[in-house]
């Protein structure tokens, strides 16, 4: 089975600063690792994904990841965030071998950016 | 369509009735999976369908939850004498089936029911 946890529920930080989200996940097996963003009233966007290769990962709107498989990691940062970034992460496994393909999500990290 | 598409986008209903929720996935995606988001619950698997495989029901909480998935494409949620635990928004994704699972899944925006 696969857990995730994302270690901080709420991250309050201002405008221009850096942040950094973190997750980390348990799992028997072998997993791919995504990072999905939810704006207020929408739906899950995808942030970016691990699959294989080089650990840091870039994705959409500056953002970034590293996976750490000795520490079972994959935190999620930025260099300097806008308000507009303002909104629920979840960090997210997948098992690359099973029979179901379902997405294991963790408890969601609010991101506040405050002026 | 360009996008998962939900309907309705909003639901009221009161305790006991029944409701649907539908799911219309991107085109060409055989996968499809839905899921509930409950304040302070985070994102709970409810189930998922592949092409003919028989679907993996296991987050189905109660036999008052039942989905299907017709021609391999638009899907219904039902949910039998409704209870208000059961307010919660419920998310439809969908992803391409071939090329494993790394591939992206994609949401909707989500239903949102109220149980009154």
């Known amino acids: 089975a696969q857990s995730v946890t994302q270690l901080d529920s709420q991250v309050p930080v201002f405008e221009e600063a850096p942040v950094e989200l973190r997750c980390n996940y348990s799992?028997?097996?072998?997993?791919?690792l995504f990072w999905y963003v939810q704006y207020p009233n929408q739906g899950l966007q995808l942030l970016l994904k691990?699959?294989?290769?080089?650990?840091l990962v870039k994705g959409i709107n500056g953002f970034e990841a590293e996976f750490n498989k000795s520490q079972t990691s994959f935190h999620l940062r930025k260099p300097s965030v806008h308000i507009s970034d303002t909104a629920e992460y979840f960090c997210a496994v997948r098992p690359i071998s099973s029979n179901t393909g379902k997405l294991i999500f963790g408890q969601g990290t609010t991101l506040q950016v405050k002026p | 369509g360009a996008g998962v598409s939900q309907s309705p986008s909003n639901k009221v209903t009161e305790k006991g009735k029944d409701v649907e929720l539908r799911c219309d996935p991107i085109?060409?995606?055989?996968?499809l999976y839905w899921y509930r988001q409950s304040l302070g619950q985070g994102l709970e698997f409810l189930i998922y369908f592949q092409g003919n495989s028989a679907p993996d029901k296991s987050g189905l909480p109660s036999d008052r939850f039942s989905a299907e998935r017709t021609g391999g494409s638009v899907s219904t949620l039902t949910i039998q004498r409704t209870q208000q635990e059961d307010s919660a928004v419920y998310l439809c994704?969908?992803?391409?089936?071939?090329?494993?699972?790394?591939?992206?899944?994609?949401f909707g925006e989500g239903s949102w029911l109220t149980v009154v």
């Open positions: 799992s028997s097996v072998s997993v791919y």
């Open positions: 994704a969908s992803s391409l089936a071939t090329g494993g699972y790394g591939n992206t899944i994609y």
């Open positions: 085109s060409g995606h055989t996968a």
């Open positions: 691990y699959l294989s290769g080089s650990t």
